[in-house]
């Protein structure tokens, strides 16, 4: 194993060298804080780290991994205090706290370069006041994920409009299942079906303006866009109860063949394949267009690393992040974490459903939204996030929900 | 202070001084170390506390200084209504544990054999971490796995998603909660009914009083310092309710099961939160409220202590 | 006695109140013994639909052997430790200290020192959050067992006086005045007289703490984060997030994180109960 792998490292260091990317040899500490503890995102992170290490052998490395949840709220204290040289977190708006803080370095010089071309796709997602403050390493489609034999049973094909979708689920219904699982007891899952109702309803430039605050959240827009989500709670598409479960807890659901499908993030594909669920079962579309000539838009995340303003190392830090966004670590890393890669050289992994994400969002002319809380205020998100759910089990409170959002954007947008 | 009369041949000068003063000293020497840490962590961060609420401040930036804002922001905010309500309904709710511990209490105060061990084990609950509690309640309540929907099917009510209904979610948690504080108040009640003065239930008995005349008039005027108690560490237990909403609901399903207390933590600590100002100010609503009880429950004590 | 004893009663009666006993336990103990059984199934019993019958093969050794060998639960158990021992000493000395004081001697801010102490220990923990955390923070211990056991220590040192103080109001004062006459100084009386006779306070208080302690939750969420330093109630949640829906193992790591105060409980029993009902019998 580790033969091998020194043996790649070389020959990587070699074609780094020569495509003239390979930096003078670093030296003294380097401090990496990265957000995610689970298997793949660990193995890609400190394979990453490694290919580095082998670059720069007098380097000292040191990789700390913290709990994805909990660096949502670790990031504030260690950002002030004992800061590492990079750190791991989100693009959009879930940045700003922390640029409005000053906290994060401003990276712009990096990007000014041959590496910003080949990141372009992302730099929106990147910049805050018109300098960039971070560097992507991967990102994933989100979509439908479904049973392919519960389809082929009841005579069924994917679906591309709002009409077939819903007369696929009268099927699926009749047939004594539900459409879609879900689970909202944390609340994130329902900003999935906000974000691509809105998006397939009225476009992604209205999307983008309501989730920066420059909508009323009362305007009839939004409420065409509930109504949309309202034909499905009608119709009984969810799954009964969905409030008291996780976004693991309803998968049994989709393994046991009691719902058809899953609007999910493409991380649903290795916990469903580990239930058992065969590449023949389980197939991916494309939420299905529902007002038409709209141009499809997507919601994509997109996983960055960062430089704290009070990082020790940030001549090391910045070389870095130049590592990572280079081409082969990005094919190397995505191929891992089984998500895609953003640099533009980059090639895709040899996987259905990576390529099916990667085909859709190369065709995503409307454009790529991050997610619901990646691209609103965080107290607008919570709060929104919170009405959706309320929302879709009491469809009847529209009203005062969106009052209450109204209410919150007004003073968001007021601070 | 008592050995004046004949000084030491050369005693050493802080020796005499200690020996003059140690009466008055003493006290303070013992109190000096707990005072400070409790001064530090509990008396001044009261304070702190109140000070920031009149901030906006993200943790992270510097606050700023918005007079009474936060304040009149909870009053159109309805999840602090909401929360506030739960507090009432917990409050009320979490008192029924009173009577329930004493309805166990009476039940198992016999003398069977193995009786030690069955107390043991109706007692035990109390022990286990709240987070566990609320862990075993939630996947009892669970609509996949739990026990609870076949259970109450059994007397021909339709399933239930206690925890994901708006409606249920709050009586739920007090319920699972309610659990390990009855076991606290048998425990009480079982200690103070072995106190009970055999005679007078004896002269009582003689005197034809029996069952409920017997168990008012008799044996729960006997029983008045196991109550005080009870209801003291209820209360308490009522405001204090957090780890099992963390751990049960998260407050949800969308709010409907917050409290004061989970409300602040989660407007000033959770992933979309850090507004410590609004949070801080919520807390020391929390604290207004304990603030009534905890005057009575001190107005109640010195008067006790008069009697020293 | 009351009630009435069930000797008193006729034989049916006794026969009756024996069942009733067992079967009133079963049912008070219910949803914790859903999750033994739980604890003892194999992966294939839930995915089989088999929830609450007997379980097909008995699965509790790899089960628990797994909460041991594929999880920080180890960890989490062994901070708890290194959380709940240190304070329950630091509370338990620091309150010998103040309870004595406050017991023994008569000063005029005496009463209200004292109920300093009462008052603080019925505060609500969230009023002291963001001041606590950001002392902690700025004192470098954010995130260290110690920052969590400093905080621990002051706050229980309410309650712990509370406790002691009163304890040694009830103690005989002619011992501590009979060594006062006989010249012996402030510090030896607490040492050599009132100490030994504050022994059963101090093994009820210590296991009071140990639990109170071991259960905490809230704290451990405020001034820790991650496996390092996280306590066993704190470490359950990120061990729940492992093992997503595999309510086996879940189950059996519940168990473990709650059978330490448990085994304290059983094994001090006397202490324990004498410590939660001080008050209860006047």
Known sequence: ?415 | MTVTETPAPRPPATGQWWRRNQMRVAPWLFLAPGIAFFALYVIYPIFQSFNISFYRWDGLGEPVPVGLENYRQLLDDRAFYTSLRNNVKWLLLYLLAIPGGLFIALFLNQQIRGMRLYKSLFFFPFVISQVVVGLVFAWFYNPAIGLFNPLIGLFGVAPMNVLGNPNTVTYGIIAAGLWPQIAYCMILYLTGLNAVDPEQVEAARLDGAKGWKMLWYVILPQLRPATFIAVVVTVIGAMRSFDMISVMTNGGPFGSSRVLAYYMFEVSLSEYGFRMGYGAAIAVVLFLIMMVYIAFFLWRMWREERGY | MFPTPVERRSAAMQATYKALVPVALILWLLPLLMVALFSIKPDSDFTQGNLWGLPTSFAGFENYARVFTDSAMPRYLLNSVFITVPTVIGAVALSCMTGFALGVYRFRSNIWIFFMFVAGNFVPFQILMVPVRDLTLNMGLYDTRLGLVLFHIAFQTGFCTLFMRNFIRALPRELIEAARVEGVSEIRIFWYVVLPLMRPAIAALSVLIFTFIWNDYFWAVVLTQGVETQPVTAGITAFNSQFRAAYHMMSAGSIIAALPPVMMFFLMQKHFIAGLTLGAVK
């Open chain 1, 1 to 415: 194993m580790q033969f091998t792998f020194k043996g790649a490292a070389a020959a990587l260091a070699m074609s780094t060298m020569l495509a003239g990317t390979a930096q003078a040899e670093l030296t003294g500490n380097l401090r990496i804080f990265f957000n995610d503890q689970n298997p793949a995102p660990k193995a890609a992170m400190e394979g990453m780290v490694e290919r580095f290490q082998a670059l720069h052998p007098a380097l000292n490395i040191e990789l700390t991994l913290i709990d994805r949840e909990a660096n949502k709220t670790q990031i504030r204290n260690y950002l002030t205090a004992n800061a590492p040289d990079v750190n791991g977190w989100y693009a959009g708006n879930r940045m700003r706290p922390f640029v409005a803080a000053g906290l994060f370095e401003d990276v712009s010089d990096l990007w000014a370069g041959e590496m910003g071309e080949e990141l372009a796709s992302t730099r929106p997602a990147l910049t805050l006041d018109g300098k960039q403050w971070g560097v992507p390493y991967s990102y994933y489609q989100w979509g439908i994920y479904y049973r392919q034999d519960i389809f082929e049973e009841l005579g069924l094909s994917v679906p591309t409009t709002w009409e077939e979708e819903k007369a696929n689920c009268q099927v699926i219904l009749e047939s004594g299942r539900k459409c879609y699982t879900i689970g909202t007891r944390f609340l994130w899952t329902t900003g999935g079906w906000f974000d691509y109702l809105n998006l397939r309803t009225h476009g992604y430039d209205f999307h983008m303006a309501l989730t920066a605050g420059e909508i009323p959240w009362t305007d009839d827009r939004v409420r065409e866009t509930f109504a949309k989500w309202r034909e499905l709670i009608d119709m009984g598409a969810f799954i009964d109860d969905h409030t008291a479960y996780t976004w693991q807890e309803a998968q049994p659901f989709l393994v046991n063949g009691e719902a058809a499908a899953y609007l999910m993030g493409n991380f649903l594909v290795a916990p469903l394949r580990e239930a058992g669920l065969t590449d023949d079962q389980l197939g991916f579309y494309q939420f299905p267009e529902i007002t038409p000539g709209i141009p499809m838009a997507e919601d994509a995340p997109t996983d960055t690393l960062h430089i704290p303003a009070q990082a020790q190392n940030k001549d090391n830090a910045r070389a870095f992040l130049q590592f990572v966004a280079s081409a082969e670590n990005q094919t190397i890393v995505n191929e891992v974490l089984g998500q895609l890669p953003i640099n533009r050289n980059a090639s895709v992994a040899d996987d259905k459903f990576i390529q099916a994400g990667f085909e859709m969002l190369s065709n995503a002319t409307g454009g790529i939204a991050q997610f619901f809380d990646r691209d609103t205020d965080a107290e607008m998100a919570a709060a929104g996030m919170e009405g959706f759910q309320e929302f879709m089990v009491m469809p009847d409170n529209l009203d005062a929900i969106l009052q209450r959002l109204e209410s919150v954007r007004q003073r968001v947008t007021a601070n």
